[in-house]
T-cell receptor
Framework: GAGVSQSPSNKVTEKGKDVELRCDPI?????LYWYRQSLGQGLEFLIY????????KSGLPSDRFSAERTGGSVSTLTIQRTQQEDSAVYLC???????????FGPGTRLTVL | QKEVEQNSGPLSVPEGAIASLNCTYS??????FFWYRQYSGKSPELIMF????GDKEDGRFTAQLNKASQYVSLLIRDSQPSDSATYLC?????????FGKGTMLLVSP
């Protein structure tokens, strides 16, 4: 079946602009995660959604970052007033909730000029 | 704070050799452990997971877990140039996985 999809694959924006990144998890997966990976670095956890529960936002680096998940499926990560240090690959992953195995999307490469 | 430690490498091995990748973790309560492979410019893909102490084999890959020592390893037999990638170790936490920064493996023909 279809895997996790993300859009856009690449996004170039100017400093101070807002951006929205989209993630469409595997059908039926109840848990969805956002990570950030800067060049040459590991995965930095941002936020986690599980079903209808309140999201775990403990990894969001600042209040410029927010995310929502509509209808328990598609999620949007919004970064307001982007800064150059926000440049990274933003990865989304999903699980079926019954296991910890996460399946990753292809990522969105964000470049802030 | 939960941590995963991996040698950043690169680990260089010749084609056909056994590559051994190691990882230590800090959270004694972790139950699930994962190895992901990440090619340059690509997203991580799952190679193996292991829950129980001992060895778990899947093709050329063997994961080894020692909970007492808080140590997990990945052996790759008959290494191929196509195995050249960064290997990420991860363990389960309360709500998500904690990832190491990865070990770069280079397999030379």
């Amino acid at each position: 079946g279809a895997g996790v999809s993300q859009s856009p694959s690449n996004k170039v924006t100017e400093k101070g602009k807002d951006v929205e990144l989209r993630c469409d998890p595997i059908s039926g997966h109840t848990a969805l995660y956002w990570y950030r990976q800067s060049l040459g670095q590991g995965l930095e956890f941002l936020i986690y959604f599980q079903g209808n529960s309140a999201p775990d936002k403990s990894g969001l680096p600042s209040d410029r970052f927010s995310a929502e998940r509509t209808g328990g499926s598609v999620s949007t990560l919004t970064i307001q007033r982007t800064q150059q240090e926000d440049s990274a690959v933003y990865l989304c992953a999903s699980t079926d909730g019954g296991t910890d195995t996460q399946y990753f999307g292809p990522g969105t490469r964000l470049t802030v000029l | 704070q939960k941590e995963v430690e991996q040698n950043s490498g690169p680990l260089s091995v010749p084609e056909g050799a056994i590559a051994s990748l190691n990882c230590t973790y800090s959270d004694r309560g972790s139950q699930s452990f994962f190895w992901y492979r990440q090619y340059s410019g690509k997203s991580p893909e799952l190679i193996m997971f292991i829950y129980s102490n001992g060895d778990k084999e899947d093709g050329r890959f063997t994961a080894q877990l020692n909970k007492a020592s808080q140590y997990v390893s990945l052996l790759i037999r008959d290494s191929q140039p196509s195995d050249s990638a960064t290997y990420l170790c991860a363990f389960s936490g309360y709500s998500t996985l904690t990832f190491g920064k990865g070990t770069m493996l280079l397999v030379s023909p």
